[in-house]
């Protein structure tokens, strides 16, 4: 079953980033369709999205993920930077 989430990071806000949504099914591909309107960049990581998961919606992501949630971040720094 397709799973998805969705996260912010405000670095003036925050400190560290947040679960927005998370979903399987019909959930998921919500999620996702509403990335593809709104032009956000998709990162696929089955691992990931396994751990996400289980974090609590508006919940911070827990210390043991943020490398790889920096990797996701990065990630999207690097498709949408402007040259």
Do not use: C, H, Q, W
Not at 5 to 17: C, G, Q, S
């Amino acid at each position: 079953m397709k799973k998805a989430a969705a996260l912010r990071y405000d670095t003036d806000k925050e400190n560290a980033p947040r679960v927005l949504a998370k979903g399987e099914g019909e959930v998921a591909k919500n999620i996702i369709k509403i990335a593809e309107l709104n032009d956000l960049p998709i990162k696929k990581d089955e691992d990931l999205i396994e751990l996400l998961s289980k974090v609590e919606i508006d919940k911070e992501v827990p210390e043991a993920l943020y490398k790889a949630v920096a990797e996701v971040f990065s990630f999207i720094y690097k498709t949408t930077k402007k040259d």
